[in-house]
């Protein structure tokens, strides 16, 4: 259902922006048309035009090639002749480039004629126009990815063409592109013509006639001294007969009582045709050099009609037929900002359904969906709130109560627990579904849309902790931390449903100092959550909530199995032997299907299994010894390498690391503070490494720091350490460009 809504967004937009396009295209138009009165160089006004038109397509490069001779114009219909039989030269008459890049031609004079300029009709060579490796080779000689060509005519022949290519990206030109740069190629055509005609003012008036009447819209001109309709084209003459009849398009278009800037448009709703149109209109200096305004018309009344059909899909709940979220945060902003600008007050109410999940389960979510139905219709047929209903997602609702209903707060609150008050018919039986509901007043205890939801929300996890069924009014004396760990508990729950994509995974390095320079050869994978809803948060603020809420395993699962795919990818870029650290809490590693788990992240990443290692903690000892050591040597059969975590915060005996099959032991933290300057800490550290060697597992320290820490380790058996006197941990980007994409494999010794 989210992707529906979210393809639904994409085509309102979609719609919304065709509208400042055609305005862009009908402004770019009018600023052409403009110049059939310049009295400027020809090479300017070419310039001109070539800016025009290449701003509003966002192309980089515009030109103007005029032939050296003239070819016969019995050869249009196909590629016009060269060679023997015409000039092959060409001179880039005019050029233009989009910002500050350089012309195409540095030698624009006496150029040898391309194959591209051949042609009697439009040419358009897009980036995936198949052409033979001799034309494609031109272009790219040339720096083009696409062109477009088009001939432009005087007295029968071709003058000019007029050129349009793409240099930094690749480009595909559409319909309308085609078809604005046709009508802007006319245009050019008739400047010149009027140019070479400029003595006939009549000739010039039948040129503009018959550009006006091809420009796709209607268009008429009115004279801003008597106010008399100059000039009607064809489209609105067909299209307005009866108000130019009698007399009435400048009432039906324009407002006598409000001057309307030059350059501006508006939307027009013609209640007797029952038709929207957009009204661009502009000041301009007519033919015989009067001044007029210039209207042009389009109706965009299916575009209306789908612009409120997209919207109607895009804010409706299509299980309830309610309005969805989005409708109403819109809608709450509106409320908001009529409470504050009028001083009034309105309410909200956010519903969660009791053990709407025993419904779904005992009796399938068919009747689910029935009972969310039922519900839905029930509470809008309330008076005060039938247009403010919303279901936020899954068994969550929100009822605005709107200023105008305020006064009847009470009572619509007391109907609203009436509607749960009975029982729902599904199934041949009677089934109660009670509600938890948090109410806030606005904007009294909030003033903005996400203030005044979180708010509510927190009332209504208030109501449901409070033993459910009941109702809960916000206060401030509900304590933030209760909001917080509220707030943290529903992004957690809305971050699982997304696929836990907002937990991302760093990267800290893990060095071998055993090698010369002492590489990293591996990182510890650590997970972090950045929430959409709560920012940047640590894994000791949000571990322990998601053991309590059960998704600790699935969460361990997804960065176990991003740790082994980014491993993989890191393997294949030339690190053959990186390895990937990955935690698993007690909770995981007693899961029943947890070896599973670790064989499928294998299997779907196609990491080597020798490149994957799993810490555990050194709390695990105090579980059952012989599950866990069963559990252990079916994940090592695995090929997997397997690290006891922690070692030294007291929990295991020695014993116990003897028969557990760990492959590395990695020092706690704590052991290294005063590494450089403690005794015992130094001969721990000695102890380990000789049981390291005892036992076949190799030794690896965190927390180093500093220089003096990492230096008093030589010589001490230790192979691997970590530490922010390395690195801190990493995102995948950042790491990746210091330890792997650049090869870079010492690490970034602190003198």
């Not at 009447?213 to 489209?235: E, H, M, P, W």
């Not at 009670?434 to 849309?449: H, K, L, N, Q, R």
């Not at 299907?593 to 290692?613: C, F, H, M, W, Y």
């Amino acid at each position: 259902m989210q992707d529906r809504e979210r393809r639904r967004n994409n085509a309102s937009q979609h719609s919304e922006t065709e509208l400042p396009s055609a305005l862009k295209r009908a402004a770019t138009m009018t600023e052409i048309v403009k110049l059939l009165n310049s009295d400027e160089p020809v090479e300017n006004i070419m310039h001109r035009v070539l800016a025009l038109i290449g701003g509003y397509l966002d192309i980089t490069h515009g030109f103007v090639g005029h032939l050296h001779r003239q070819e016969d114009s019995s050869a249009r219909g196909s590629e016009a002749p060269g060679g023997a039989d015409g000039d092959d030269r060409i001179d880039y008459y005019v050029q233009w480039a989009i910002g500050s890049k350089r012309p195409l031609f540095e030698d624009p004079q006496d150029r040898e004629r391309g194959w591209f300029l051949r042609y009697d009709k439009p040419l358009y060579v897009s980036f995936h126009t198949e052409l033979s490796e001799e034309k494609r080779k031109q272009l790219d000689d040339i720096g083009l990815t696409a062109i477009a060509v088009l001939p432009l005519f005087l007295n029968g022949q071709i003058a000019f063409y007029v050129c349009f290519g793409e240099t930094r990206r690749h480009r595909d030109f559409n319909s309308d592109e085609m078809s604005f740069m046709e009508d802007a190629v006319r245009i050019l055509e008739s400047i010149l013509m009027r140019r070479i005609q400029r003595n006939s003012l009549a000739s010039s008036f039948a040129s503009l006639e018959a550009i006006l009447d091809n420009v796709g819209s209607s268009v008429y001109v009115r004279d801003l001294k008597t106010n008399c309709i100059l000039f009607a084209n064809q489209s609105l003459r067909e299209n307005f007969a009866r108000e130019l009849q009698e007399g009435t398009l400048t009432t039906l278009f324009e407002d006598p009582n409000k001057k309307t800037p030059s350059g501006s448009s508006r939307e027009i709703f013609h209640e007797a045709r029952n038709s929207w149109y957009e009204l661009y209109q502009t000041e301009i200096n007519w033919v015989d050099g009067s001044p007029v305004s210039l209207f042009a018309i389009h109706d965009i009344t299916e575009k209306k009609r789908y612009q409120n059909k997209i919207e109607i899909q895009a804010y409706t709940d299509f299980l309830t037929g309610l309005y969805n979220r989005m409708c109403c945060e819109r809608d709450l902003g509106r409320y908001l900002e009529e409470t504050v600008r009028n001083g009034t007050k309105g309410g909200l109410f956010y519903i969660d359904l009791d053990d709407f999940k025993h419904i779904n389960d005992g009796l399938g979510h068919q009747y689910g969906d029935i009972l969310l139905q039922s519900i839905s219709h029930s509470i809008r047929d309330i008076d005060g709130i039938h247009n403010s209903c919303y279901r936020m997602g899954g068994d969550e609702f929100v009822i605005i109560v709107p200023p105008a209903s305020y006064e009847h707060f009470d009572r619509i609150l007391r109907e609203v627990k009436d509607v749960f008050a009975r029982p729902w018919f599904l199934k041949d039986a009677d089934y109660y579904c009670t509600m938890s509901m948090g109410t806030i007043e606005f904007p009294t205890d909030g003033t903005s849309v996400d203030d005044v939801i979180r708010k509510a929300d927190i009332a209504m996890y208030e109501a449901k902790k409070s033993g459910k069924n009941r109702v809960a009014a916000y206060s401030e004396n509900l304590t933030s931390v209760s909001a917080r760990r509220l707030d943290m508990e529903k992004s957690m729950r809305d971050a699982a449903d997304q696929g836990y994509e907002e937990f991302e995974v760093f990267y800290q390095p893990i060095m071998d100092i055993t090698m010369e320079g002492s590489p990293c050869v591996g990182a510890e994978a650590l997970i972090r959550w950045n929430s959409s809803q709560m920012g940047f948060l640590t894994p000791t603020e949000f571990i322990p909530l998601a053991e309590y809420l059960g998704l600790i395993n699935p969460i361990g699962n997804y960065v176990a199995e991003q740790a082994c795919t980014q491993c993989r990818l890191w393997n294949d870029m030339g690190a053959d032997n990186f390895h990937i650290n990955v935690n698993l809490s007690v909770v995981q590693l007693l899961q029943n299907d947890i070896v599973e788990v670790v064989q499928n992240a294998i299997r779907t990443s196609g990491i080597k299994p020798g490149n994957l290692t799993l810490e555990v903690t050194e709390s695990l000892a105090i579980n059952d010894l012989d599950r866990t050591k069963d559990i252990l040597e079916r994940i090592k059969a695995l090929g997997v390498r397997l690290a006891l975590d922690d070692f030294g915060t007291g929990y295991s005996s020695l014993n116990n690391i003897r028969v557990l099959p760990f492959d590395i032991i990695k020092v706690d933290q704590n052991f290294v503070k005063d590494l450089a300057e403690d005794n015992y800490s130094q001969s721990f550290i000695r102890m380990v490494a000789e049981l390291g060697e005892a036992i076949g597992a190799e030794i690896c320290v965190e927390g180093i720091e500093t220089r003096s820490q990492y230096r008093i380790l030589e010589g001490m058996h230790v192979r691997y350490i970590q530490g922010f006197y390395f690195n801190q941990p990493l995102s995948r980007e950042e790491f990746e460009a210091l330890y792997i994409a650049k090869g870079k494999e010492k690490p970034r010794l602190k003198k």
